[in-house]
């Protein structure tokens, strides 16, 4: 059966950072959960030893898909200017990694996408660039939002989710929420191949538009099989530390 817009459940991922490990795992457990359809926040490449990889599942899937700071410059859109080097290392290694088709892929994703009746960002409303990390800088996005909207931002790999009310701004990290009318929502599923909450398991969200909710879900897998493959490419080592430490 077809589901109606308003009773979409949604998959959102985020920030997969060529952990194909970490993609795979996320991806079988949305298989059963059984959604209607699986998007992402961008950030497919970067960091991790299976650029390539990540790009065609997500192809393959028919993920709808924005672009990221990390895309942009894998694929030849940006140069890394504002990178640290371990982050430049690992784009322009990525840049060289990817097939024409994978560039050409990421090269034509769009920045912002409108779906159903919620935003899709990377970083922020305002800049895809720009990190959303306290209750003062979701309150600029939000006066950018209208009444009612829930916007999915990613970016800092940190799942968290800003509310909105009458000018009042809470910041909550509950594994569950209710989407409630006149409240404005920002929602980051946290990242699926590279945390930095402290806690290394992959992480995404369920939006079921139907119960009206919001479910976080975090999910373990072969961080070491994704790391050897960190190492095997020769990335910094460091990119593969952090993903057992999960910061
Ligand atoms: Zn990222």
Same mark, same amino acid.
């Given at each position: 059966?077809?589901?109606?817009?308003?009773?979409?459940?949604?998959?959102?991922?985020?920030?997969? $950072?060529?952990?194909?490990?970490?993609? /795979?795992?996320?991806?079988?457990?949305?298989?059963?959960?059984?959604?209607? /359809?699986?998007? &992402?926040?961008?950030?497919?490449?970067?960091?991790?030893?299976?650029?390539?990889?990540?790009?065609?599942?997500?192809?393959?899937?028919?993920?709808?898909?924005?672009?990221?700071? $990390?895309?942009?410059?894998? &694929?030849?859109?940006?140069?890394?200017?504002?990178?640290?080097?371990?982050? =430049?290392?690992?784009?322009?290694?990525?840049?060289?990694?990817?097939?024409?088709?994978?560039?050409?892929?990421?090269?034509? *994703?769009?920045?912002?996408?409108?779906?159903?009746?919620?935003?899709?960002?990377?970083?922020?409303?305002? #800049?895809?660039?720009?990190?959303?990390?306290?209750?003062? #800088?979701?309150?600029?996005?939000?006066?950018?939002?209208?009444?009612?909207?829930? &916007?999915?931002?990613? $970016?800092?790999?940190?799942?968290? &989710?800003?509310? *909105?009310?009458?000018? #009042?701004? =809470?910041?909550?990290?509950? $594994?569950?929420?209710?989407?409630?009318?006149?409240?404005?929502? *920002?929602?980051?599923?946290?990242?699926?191949?590279?945390? =930095?909450?402290?806690?290394?398991?992959?992480?995404?969200?369920?939006? #079921? /538009?139907?119960?009206?909710?919001?479910?976080?879900? =975090?999910?373990?897998?072969?961080?070491?099989?994704?790391?050897?493959?960190?190492?095997?490419?020769?990335?910094?080592?460091?990119?593969?530390?952090?993903?057992?430490?999960?910061?």
């Amino acid at each position: 059966m077809v589901s109606t817009l308003a009773e979409m459940r949604y998959a959102i991922i985020s920030d997969i $950072h060529s952990n194909l490990e970490a993609l /795979k795992r996320v991806l079988e457990e949305i298989d059963r959960l059984g959604v209607d /359809k699986t998007v &992402c926040l961008g950030d497919i490449v970067g960091y991790g030893g299976n650029p390539n990889e990540c790009v065609e599942v997500i192809k393959e899937r028919n993920v709808e898909s924005i672009i990221g700071n $990390h895309d942009k410059v894998a &694929c030849g859109k940006e140069e890394p200017y504002n990178f640290n080097p371990v982050a =430049r290392a690992a784009a322009l290694w990525t840049r060289k990694e990817l097939t024409p088709d994978n560039r050409e892929f990421l090269n034509n *994703l769009p920045d912002t996408r409108f779906l159903d009746d919620f935003l899709m960002v990377h970083g922020a409303v305002s #800049d895809p660039d720009l990190y959303i990390v306290s209750s003062y #800088d979701a309150l600029m996005e939000f006066r950018l939002m209208k009444k009612n909207s829930v &916007c999915f931002f990613g $970016h800092t790999h940190v799942r968290t &989710c800003y509310t *909105l009310l009458n000018d #009042d701004v =809470r910041q909550s990290f509950d $594994h569950e929420l209710r989407i409630e009318p006149d409240y404005k929502y *920002l929602i980051n599923p946290g990242s699926v191949g590279q945390p =930095r909450d402290r806690d290394p398991r992959a992480s995404f969200l369920i939006f #079921d /538009k139907k119960e009206g909710s919001v479910k976080f879900i =975090r999910l373990e897998y072969d961080i070491e099989k994704a790391q050897r493959k960190i190492i095997e490419a020769g990335l910094d080592r460091r990119l593969a530390d952090r993903l057992s430490s999960g910061w």
